[in-house]
């Protein structure tokens, strides 16, 4: 039986890349942090874990005694792949596959998938169509730099390292730029594992037009895309997805120029062996640029809408690349999937959702805060309260019920 790190399962796409390690006749074990396991994982992962799989506790904040660790237990335990299911641990298990000799990226451009700053560069290097980016570490800095760099607002400020769109504005003035660069330096350590973060600010171009996501999967070096699929994200100075539908309805060109980018930033920033999670920008004049590359599964359970959708399932197919097995990534399906996310009004304490509807397009309806739960006022993704699933033949008809879903549903707040 073949056996696998997967290193820190929180969060949406540890679950299934357990289930399809068990599906695979793998053998799993776990890596993370006691007190992230004793208090941040659900009820649900704690058991999936504790029935099949095998658990193993390090410190993440000391990436350098996290490596040597857990190269000491691969050697030991005689494994034969890694996978990362926490974006910040991608750079890690880039280093440890390398050292082990087992498939996976180049460590020596794994940052690039993870740090923004540095993803910035690789794409200028390498000309992937791609927001201009200039970086600072004090706000005068920031100011200096954008510009020099002919800058103008709206432009987009970020930190370096994060995600969930934490800290991410859209800022429509000069002045709005300070407080933005404030909020985004504000959190130097990712939680909830400790580890230190790049403190550098980043200021880029805003991109308009529609935004997409594209799976691409690199087996041996060769990088084959997935379709691409709408991403929803709210307008205005803070924005949070608020649902995915799979695939996106595209015409054939636009289809190309997206694959064709995530293939290219994929190549880019050394994805040699694994997944990469893609979201772009496609303008009016049918070019993209890149918002953001992960070397990593996509969240927001678009696993399961792919599955759903097409037939593909692609943390089986992240499990086969780590362990060097060459992939199936023809679909079995022909139709659509997507998500919405519900949030509140307004923070509080959650009273009620009603009003979903019995829609023969839901598939799954789920609150991830119960009644009598803390809720955090809109903005960014930890706001939510849950989320709708929707399945139908077309793109077109999961759009038009989600939208339904969306009008009818009352999230109360006390
Ligand atoms: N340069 C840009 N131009 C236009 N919109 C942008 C730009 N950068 C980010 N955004 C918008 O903000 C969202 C969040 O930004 P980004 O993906 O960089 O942050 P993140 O923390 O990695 O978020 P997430 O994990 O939610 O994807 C993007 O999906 C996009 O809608
Ligand atoms: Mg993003």
Known sequence: MPKLLLIEAMGNTGEYVLDAARELNVEVIVVTHQDVHDEWYSETLKAKIAADAKLVFTDFSDSEGALRQLAELARVEGVNGAVACWEFLTPLVARLTADLGLPGNDPTRALSCRNKRIMARAFAENGIPAPMTVAARTIEEAYALVRTAGLTCPVVVKPSEQSGSWGVSVVESDEELATAFTTAQSHLFQMPHGIPLDPHVIIQEYIGGVEFSVETVVAGGVATPLFPYDKFTTGGAIRAEFGHTVPAELDEASVRTLQQAAVAAAEALGITNGVAHTELKLLPDGTTRIIELGARLPGDHVVALMRQARGIDEAKIYVQLALGLVPSLAPTADTAAGIRFLTPPRGGVLRSVSGIGTSAAVAQSRLTVQP?????????????????????DTAAEVNAAAAQVLTDVTVEVD
């Open 372 to 392: 009598g739960g803390q809720v955090r006022p809109p903005g960014d993704n930890d706001s939510r309260v849950g989320y709708v699933i929707l399945h139908a």
